[in-house]
């Protein structure tokens, strides 16, 4: 369960990070 919370933290960040666009490139990297 660690693995999966750290995951999502981690798409978090990127969200953050490139709020406006790659949303789609988000999902790829998942």
């Keep these: 369960m660690q693995y999966l919370s750290s995951?999502?933290?981690?798409?978090?960040?990127?969200k953050?990070?490139?709020?406006?666009?790659g949303d789609e490139e988000i999902f790829l990297y998942i």
């Design 16 to 21: 953050s990070f490139s709020s406006d666009s």
């Design 7 to 14: 995951l999502l933290e981690i798409c978090d960040d990127i």
